[in-house]
């Protein structure tokens, strides 16, 4: 990974550029900062370029047989540490997972510890690094360097790791091994055994700045520059925060459809539609059926206080709003009650695990009732 393909940070780049060039490279750098920000990925790019065989000013390379292995994470000097789940059969140790861990990276660094447990097929699962992985770092660090002046090891999350682990690594970075370089990327700072902290040298990782972000954005999500700037606003210069921002209202837009379909359907009793509509809502997963009548729950109460201006605030999108100019004067304080009532009586049989056919179907010939009185 080259530094160019990293969302802004430039002072940071530079900053560990000039350590490279004025030979101040530190045995031990801990990146930290909030998740989105693009830490891995800047230890990934600052580990190639050290490596790199014909460094332009600014950048690897990304052509030499270093940077082409660095490019595809086979490089033999570069190691990687990172939490991993217990699995039985299976050593508890990153290079068990190592081709899931170049997948995701490769794939989009940007990504959270969530993300990696999901990718492990463990969401619920506790992720950590664990004793045996003590032994493999001693092991690489002893193996003497293949191809580059640099052995590198890239700790990501080492806030995970269990305490005896982290102690056998303390001894290591007490004493540290000729021509290696520690870089543990780190989300929570605090969490990791003081006594390391104050081996490493700390390089704070700050938000992306705001312009950066915004082009990302842009050429990522192909979104227009108006609603990029909202995002960038509440997304703390992390592109996790941003994406997540973007796939709330993804999934508003979504629902807000889905609910306008289903009221005018109703409205002008289409029962053919109506059996079409809840055979194809049917056919999503339980979780944005679930989503999908909370929301209706919530809006139809929206929709009612925009109706009798109940109150001078309303929690409506613009697009909402566009809505229940004309549907508010059908909620009414005589079926309000009613219509909460049946998505919500909808949304407990799906979570039971209720035939969603004939749930939703339910659900469209009670509204047409309930609208039509
Ligand atoms: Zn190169």
């Given at each position: 990974m080259k530094f160019e393909k990293i969302i802004g940070q430039n002072e940071i780049k530079e900053k560990l550029r000039q350590s490279f060039y004025t030979n101040r490279l530190s045995h031990s750098y801990l990146f930290y900062g909030i998740p989105g920000t693009g830490k891995l990925?800047?230890?990934?790019?600052?580990?190639?370029?050290?490596?790199?065989?014909?460094?332009?000013?600014?950048?690897?390379?990304?052509?030499?047989?270093?940077?082409?292995?660095?490019?595809?994470l086979i490089h033999p000097d570069l190691h990687f540490v990172f939490p991993v789940i217990s699995s039985s059969g299976k050593k508890s140790i990153s290079d068990t997972y190592i081709s899931q861990w170049r997948e995701i990276v490769l794939?989009?660094?940007?990504?959270?510890?969530?993300?990696?447990?999901?990718?492990?097929?463990?969401?619920?699962?506790?992720?950590?690094?664990?004793?045996?992985?003590?032994s493999e770092i001693l092991r690489k660090l002893n193996l003497k360097t293949f191809e580059s002046d640099f052995k590198i090891m890239i700790i990501w999350l080492p806030e995970k790791m269990n305490i005896s682990c982290a102690n056998k690594l303390l001894k290591i970075l007490e004493e540290p091994p000729q021509n290696t370089v520690f870089i543990l990327v780190s989300d929570s700072r605090e969490d990791i055994l003081a006594t390391i902290r104050s081996r490493t040298q700390p390089v704070k990782i700050l938000g992306i700045d705001?312009?950066?972000?915004?082009q990302a954005l842009i050429e990522k999500y192909n979104i227009d520059v108006e609603r990029a700037e909202d995002i960038v606003k509440i997304s703390n210069g992390s592109l996790l925060e941003a994406e997540e921002?973007?796939?709330?209202?993804?999934?508003?837009?979504?629902?807000?459809?889905?609910?306008?379909?289903?009221?005018?359907?109703?409205?002008?009793?289409?029962?053919?539609?109506?059996?079409?509509?809840?055979?194809?809502?049917?056919?999503?997963?339980?979780?944005?059926?679930?989503?999908?009548?909370h929301y209706c729950s919530v809006l139809a109460r929206e929709n009612f206080v925009y109706n009798y201006q109940l109150s001078p605030i309303n929690y409506m999108t613009r697009e909402e709003e566009e809505f229940a100019i004309k549907f508010s004067k059908f909620v009414t304080e005589k079926n309000v009650a009613l219509l909460s009532e049946i998505f919500n009586l909808a949304h407990f049989h799906i979570e039971r695990n209720g035939n969603a056919k004939i749930i939703f179907t339910d659900t469209a010939f009670n509204i047409m009732k309930v609208l039509k009185n």
């Open positions: 990925s800047l230890a990934i790019a600052f580990a190639q370029f050290i490596s790199c065989e014909n460094k332009k000013e600014n950048d690897s390379c990304g052509e030499c047989p270093s940077c082409k292995k660095y490019e595809k794939d989009d660094p940007y990504f959270s510890f969530r993300e990696w447990m999901i990718k492990l097929g463990s969401e619920n699962k506790q992720g950590g690094i664990f004793s045996d992985e003590s705001d312009k950066s972000l915004k921002q973007i796939s709330i209202s993804e999934e508003t837009k979504y629902n807000l459809s889905q609910f306008i379909k289903l009221m005018r359907l109703c409205y002008a009793r289409k029962v053919d539609e109506a059996l079409k509509w809840a055979e194809d809502i049917s056919k999503t997963g339980r979780e944005m059926q679930k989503s999908f009548l």
